[in-house]
T-cell receptor
Framework: DSGVTQTPKHLITATGQRVTLRCSPR?????VYWYQQSLDQGLQFLIQ???????AKGNILERFSAQQFPDLHSELNLSSLELGDSALYFC?????????????FGPGTRLTVL | GQQVMQIPQYQHVQEGEDFTTYCNSS?????IQWYKQRPGGHPVFLIQ?????EVKKQKRLTFQFGEAKKNSSLHITATQTTDVGTYFC?????????????FGAGTQVVVTP
């Protein structure tokens, strides 16, 4: 158990819909990272938040957005969902702002878009 | 596309054998991390290498960072069934000081008893 929690564990929805994935970092960690893992793309970095502010952006689509709240939990919003958005979405947390810090991954949310 | 390449993509190993997985980057890395993901699980941090030519060992696992800091390897000796999973390397480019860890596609390891 990494100490990072993610909800829900599974999500099944239809194309065109919008979903919200939630992540609570380890106690004391200020950074939250979001990753997408699909079979053909591996682990893709989406975005990082540090202490409420966006710090780095990866291959995140415009249909996706994220935020980190004052209590440090984070939400990833996916809208206008397409079949290709089906994937495992992981969040990870770390104590500091640098990606060189050890990242602790949550159990993931498996999103299925039908 | 992938800027950190891992080979092989799949590794089928007989229990007790050794194997090596390789990670190559097109650009110089400030550090490299290795993660292991068990089937159905999430990536778990194994180790981080920072210095050119650095070698670190964790029991039967030996990690190496190349002299040019563009490649890395993970060598596992006397493979056990508990070594099953996908091993990812993740590199931080020297030009990305913040959060852009570039993950390789992983080496999926299957161990036959």
């Amino acid at each position: 158990d990494s100490g990072v929690t993610q909800t829900p564990k599974h999500l099944i929805t239809a194309t065109g819909q919008r979903v919200t994935l939630r992540c609570s970092p380890r106690s004391g960690d200020l950074s939250v990272y979001w990753y997408q893992q699909s079979l053909d793309q591996g682990l893709q970095f989406l975005i990082q938040y540090y202490n409420g502010e966006e710090r780095a952006k990866g291959n995140i689509l415009e249909r996706f957005s994220a935020q980190q709240f004052p209590d440090l939990h984070s939400e990833l919003n996916l809208s206008s969902l397409e079949l290709g958005d089906s994937a495992l979405y992981f969040c990870a947390s770390s104590p500091g702002v640098h990606a060189a810090d050890t990242q602790y991954f949550g159990p993931g949310t498996r999103l299925t878009v039908l | 596309g992938q800027q950190v390449m891992q080979i092989p993509q799949y590794q089928h190993v007989q229990e007790g054998e050794d194997f090596t997985t390789y990670c190559n980057s097109s650009t110089t890395l400030s550090n490299i991390q290795w993660y292991k993901q068990r089937p159905g699980g999430h990536p778990v941090f194994l180790i981080q290498l920072v210095k050119s030519g650095e070698v670190k060992k964790q029991k039967r696992l030996t990690f190496q960072f190349g002299e040019a800091k563009k490649n890395s390897s993970l060598h596992i000796t006397a493979t056990q069934t508990t070594d099953v999973g996908t091993y990812f390397c993740a590199g931080l480019r020297t030009t990305d000081s913040w959060g852009k860890l570039q993950f390789g596609a992983g080496t999926q390891v299957v161990v036959t008893p």
